[in-house]
């Protein structure tokens, strides 16, 4: 059975940082490519926005314009995590953070976890 479970979301000032991670089990991790996607308020679930994504081939990275150089994913393998690294956040990044993993053709997603960034 597939489980991605995300953790790490909360309130937080602008300029802060915030470190989300996502554990997966039930296929092999180390062949899937691993997403983070956001969802701000007010937008539909077909709205969600490719924050950044990690390969499993070669770990290379790509990210949306609007966090580059702000946010890093990574992976761990042998952990079965993939991360995301969020610095100097803005109030534009409110919204709910999604994992998703692609393995085999199929994707299969985390719960949201909320972040929140506010004075």
């Known amino acids: 059975q597939v489980q991605v479970v995300v953790s790490g979301g909360g309130l937080v000032q602008p300029g802060g940082s915030l470190r989300l991670s996502c554990a997966a089990s039930?296929?092999?991790?180390?062949?899937?490519?691993m997403s983070w996607y956001r969802q701000a308020p007010g937008k539909e679930r077909k709205e969600r926005e490719l924050v950044a994504f990690i390969t499993y081939t070669d770990g290379v990275t790509h990210y949306a314009d609007s966090v580059k150089g702000r946010f890093t994913i990574s992976r761990d393998n042998a952990k079965n995590t993939v991360y995301l690294q969020m610095n100097s956040l803005e109030p534009e990044d409110t919204a709910v953070y999604y994992c998703?993993?692609?393995?085999?053709?199929?994707?299969?997603w985390g719960q949201g976890t909320q972040v929140t960034v506010s004075s």
């Open positions: 039930g296929f092999i991790f180390s062949n899937a490519g």
């Open positions: 998703s993993a692609r393995y085999q053709g199929r994707s299969y």
